[in-house]
């Protein structure tokens, strides 16, 4: 059974600095590519970073490129996403997701087979 936990969320001030983790089970994070997407109410979820199997190549929403860095740490099957510079619109649930299938980075939440349970970031102004 694939379980993905997020860790690591909580309240920041703009400009401050976050690290979600996401320790995976079931599951090696070399064996699939790993996503974080992130949703506020009323909104749809949305692509935030990706990295291949591999960890050869990320991938980043436009909104976050240059503020947010997504690895992975095989040895503790876990993936992180370094969240610098933030600001209050990046306030959100953000989710750990995992693809199976691609060997590329998708940013369609369908794509993805498996979903932690989030965790909430909040940037107060």
């Known amino acids: 059974q694939v379980q993905l936990v997020e860790s690591g969320g909580g309240l920041v001030q703009a400009g401050g600095s976050l690290r979600l983790s996401c320790a995976a089970s079931g599951l090696t994070i070399s064996s699939a590519t790993m996503g974080w997407f992130r949703q506020v109410p009323g909104k749809e979820r949305e692509f935030v970073a990706g990295?291949?199997?591999?960890?050869?190549?990320?991938s980043y929403a436009d909104s976050v490129k240059g503020r947010f860095t997504i690895s992975g740490d095989s040895a503790k099957n876990t993936v992180h996403l370094q969240m610098d510079s933030v600001k209050p619109e990046d306030t959100a649930v953000y989710y750990c997701a995992a693809d199976g299938t691609t060997f590329w980075v998708s940013t369609r939440s369908w794509d993805y087979d498996y979903w932690g349970q989030g965790t909430q970031v909040t940037v107060s102004s």
């Open positions: 990295i291949t199997r591999n960890g050869a190549r990320t």
